[in-house]
């Protein structure tokens, strides 16, 4: 005989970026209906983007996400420079790599500490969090404040940077500028490496999904700025170019975002991914990391990818570092890019994961379609999945536990809710 | 700025709820809304790193869903709201704002101008979703994206895309202390002069809206050698049918005019007004920037 149905509410999901929620339906020991549920407004930025200049997605791509502009920055930069045959100097990748590290770190620093660390030493929130733990909670924003230190003197600012064009950069920055940064990036080093063993310490639950991993390959070190090809964790090499004969983004009633699935299956791009795919090009204080936080050389349990971010921002903090000291200025702050009829394919790795963008110009330099493809579309079928596992092992619990388990396990993802243009509600729902 | 701020002192006190005084705190309650937006304004809270923890002394941190999920119940003493209305919901959503909120303060392009997303209301609504989504019909929106003074009384308007963190930062201490804030007036163009910046448009022919948009940025664009793209909105008494004639003299095509003059602040009338075909009844296109101002 059936049992009566369990529903769990959590009208606004905090501590993500973006608002959104959750509905999951129990019934007779299984979670018959699990939902992300992304109710952002539409925004519509593939559509007005028709008709504008091929010059002006980074800057109108960038107010997609307040969190990640330079994510979207960046993918815009290369899809539209690939459609002009156009490929920037090394400087200027490097260059566009060191204000990357600057998103990471200050993505990364609010993520880890601010955002997920509440749940893990049960506060509300960082603030809360900071009556009991003062010096842990400014160390976050110590760190935070290098990476929005970094992307202000390469950008401009750090929310929507300015500096950034197809072809390179408006202006270089001045060598003495970015020297005088070194101080508060190893700061922000030491910082992060003090909090491993705080976050080592930390109990996790134990979960291993199974999820198809899929990551940029750079062919020049941890995946980040730009690269030809995503890899995946089964073993498949495909061309960026390719992106879309592989995943495919379909509309489901319960989401304003495309869901996306490779090969016509649900897959896992971001720290995860980008980590067990890509462990050996991480710098060696990074992999130190990872050793001394329990880590082997891929994870598979979504509740540890904080310990993932902190790998990751160590690894940021270092490269930064190393990108300063051996700058030596470029050339030229941008190189031309001259518009033909071209579609063009471009791809980065934004704090959340692979960011896909893909233009349609024509000759005069018009775009005639664009395509926006963001980390939090692609996981969220993978959000899902983890969500129902974390609710058929955690049955015994209370509604009001059971409702937290799934936030926190949510929160792992740092879903970012601007990022798929849409809104997400949770709701739980026992039937 | 040319709203008027009434001191927290003088303005009627929102009712309490029943549970207040339960646990008294004497700290000015402060929420933070989002409506359709990137988050990037908020994210300029967070970002004060050095007087964050400062600022949380002085005010309770009642409802902000981006960094707590504690809530304090309403009313709130001051609301910083980020975002535009586009959707039903949201239209309804702003009156219980206003009603729950003592000094309300929209924050950001979105907020006060509609945002990049009233593009929107330029173009087919309904042609732009087809263009995005397989299953439009499963959408809910509106066939506009407007500011949040469209809908309700806006106390002080924080403009830019993003906002100043400065700018945020004296708001929340003018508040605190009763006064009125200190905000910058003027265009981007005299930003630029104050800091010494050789005049891209002048000496680099770049294309620049620095004359016409308000002062708050501290004249980045120029500052990096590129013309300012509006992203402040139309200052107080701009003259954009001007400064678009200019443009297409300097042998801009009409068409980078227009998209100069639509991107970030498309909502704001001055600027929309810039590009439009002449008004046959001879009113002039300056007189419509009072529809970018904070009271309705």
Redesign the interface.
């Known amino acids: 005989m059936s049992t009566a149905p369990r529903e769990l509410t959590v009208p606004?999901?905090?501590?993500?970026?973006?608002?959104g929620g959750m509905h999951v339906v129990v019934q007779d020991g299984r979670a018959v209906e699990v939902q992300l549920r992304i109710?952002?407004?539409?925004?519509?930025?593939?559509?007005?983007l028709?008709g504008?200049?091929y010059l002006?997605p980074p800057?109108?791509t960038a107010?997609?996400?307040?969190?990640c502009?330079v994510a979207y920055q960046f993918s815009a930069c290369l899809a539209i420079e690939d459609a002009c045959g156009v490929v920037v100097p090394e400087e200027l990748r490097l260059l566009r790599r060191l204000l990357y590290c600057g998103e990471w770190i200050e993505s990364h620093a609010?993520h880890v500490f601010?955002l997920h660390l509440?749940d893990l030493l049960g506060y509300?929130?960082?603030?809360?969090m900071?009556a009991d733990h003062?010096g842990l909670?400014?160390s976050a924003?110590?760190m935070?404040?290098a990476g929005?230190e970094l992307m202000t003197v390469v950008g401009?600012?750090?929310?929507?940077p300015?500096?950034v064009?197809v072809g390179g950069f408006?202006?270089l920055p001045e060598p003495a500028a970015l020297r005088a940064l070194r101080p508060m990036l190893s700061a922000a080093l030491d910082d992060a490496l003090a909090a491993v063993p705080l976050l080592a310490r930390q109990e996790y639950p134990d979960l291993e999904q199974p999820h198809l991993y899929v990551a940029l390959d750079a062919g020049h070190g941890y995946p980040l700025e730009s690269g030809a090809a995503l890899v995946t964790s089964s073993g498949l090499t495909v061309p960026v170019s390719s992106f879309g004969t592989h995943i495919v983004e379909h509309?489901v009633?319960h989401s304003?975002a495309?869901q996306g699935r490779f090969d016509g299956q649900p897959y896992l791009v971001g720290p995860l991914a980008r980590y067990s795919l890509h462990f050996a090009a991480l710098s060696p204080v990074a992999q130190q990391v990872a050793s001394a936080a329990g880590l082997g050389r891929t994870c598979r349990n979504p509740f540890r990818s904080i310990l993932v971010r902190l790998v990751e921002l160590v690894h940021a903090l270092v490269e930064a570092l190393a990108i300063i000291d051996a700058w030596d200025g470029a050339p030229v702050?941008a190189v031309p890019v001259e518009p033909r009829a071209a579609e063009g394919h471009g791809a980065t790795e934004a704090p959340r994961g692979l960011l896909y963008h893909r233009y349609r110009i024509d000759g005069s330099g018009t775009i005639l379609a664009a395509q926006i493809v963001p980390p939090t579309a692609q996981n969220q079928p993978a959000i899902e999945a983890d969500l129902r596992a974390v609710v058929e092992a955690n049955l015994g619990l209370d509604d009001e536990a059971l409702t937290r388990a799934c936030?926190t396990a949510i929160r792992t993802y740092d879903p970012c809710i601007?990022c798929a243009t849409h809104f997400l509600r949770l709701t739980v729902d026992r039937r | 700025m040319s709203v008027d701020v009434a001191p927290l002192s003088t303005r009627p006190a929102p009712a309490r709820g029943p549970l207040e005084g339960a646990t008294p705190d004497a700290r000015p309650t402060l929420a933070v809304w989002?409506?359709?937006?990137?988050?990037?304004?908020?994210?300029?809270l967070?970002?004060c790193?050095?007087e964050?923890?400062a600022l949380?002394d002085r005010v309770q941190?009642a409802y902000?869903?981006?960094?707590?999920?504690?809530v304090v119940a309403g009313p709130y003493d001051v609301s910083l709201v980020e975002g535009s209305i586009?959707?039903a919901e949201?239209a309804e959503r702003i009156q219980q704002v206003r009603a729950q909120s003592g000094t309300l303060v929209t924050i950001g392009a979105c907020a006060t101008a509609g945002?990049?997303?009233a593009?929107?209301n330029l173009?087919d609504?309904g042609?732009?979703?087809a263009?995005?989504?397989?299953?439009p019909d499963?959408?809910?929106?509106l066939a506009r994206s407007t500011p949040i003074a469209s809908h309700v009384t806006v106390d002080v308007q924080l403009y830019g895309?993003?906002i100043d963190r400065g700018q945020l930062l004296e708001v929340l201490a003018a508040v605190l202390a009763g006064r009125a804030p200190r905000l910058p007036s003027g265009s981007v163009c005299a930003e630029c002069k104050r800091r010494g910046t050789v005049c891209v448009a002048v000496a680099d022919g770049l294309a620049c809206l620095g004359p016409v948009t308000r002062a708050g940025?501290g004249a980045?664009?120029p500052?990096?050698?590129?013309g300012c793209?509006g992203?402040f909105g139309p200052q107080d008494t701009p003259n954009g049918r001007s400064l678009a004639t200019v443009l297409g003299e300097g042998g801009m095509a009409a068409v980078?005019v227009e998209?100069a003059f639509r991107?970030?602040a498309t909502g704001a009338e001055a600027f929309r007004a810039a590009t439009a075909p002449p008004i046959a009844t001879g009113a002039s296109p300056t007189d419509a920037a009072a529809g970018h101002g904070g009271r309705p």
């Open positions: 606004m999901l905090a501590r993500v970026e973006g608002e109710f952002e407004p539409p925004r519509f930025f593939e559509g007005f028709r504008r200049s002006e800057d109108i107010r997609i996400c307040g969190i502009p609010l601010m509440p509300d929130g960082a603030i809360e900071a003062r909670v400014e924003l110590r935070k404040r929005n401009g600012r750090s929310v929507h300015v500096n064009r408006h202006r509309q009633g304003h495309l702050a936030e601007s | 989002k409506f359709a937006s990137c988050d990037g304004c908020q994210l300029t967070l970002n790193e050095a964050l923890l949380a941190v902000f869903p981006e960094a707590t999920r504690a586009t959707t949201d945002g990049i997303q593009l929107r173009a609504v042609e732009l979703a263009a995005v989504y397989p299953r499963q959408l809910a929106y895309c993003p940025c980045l664009c500052a990096h050698h590129r793209y992203c980078d998209r991107t970030f």
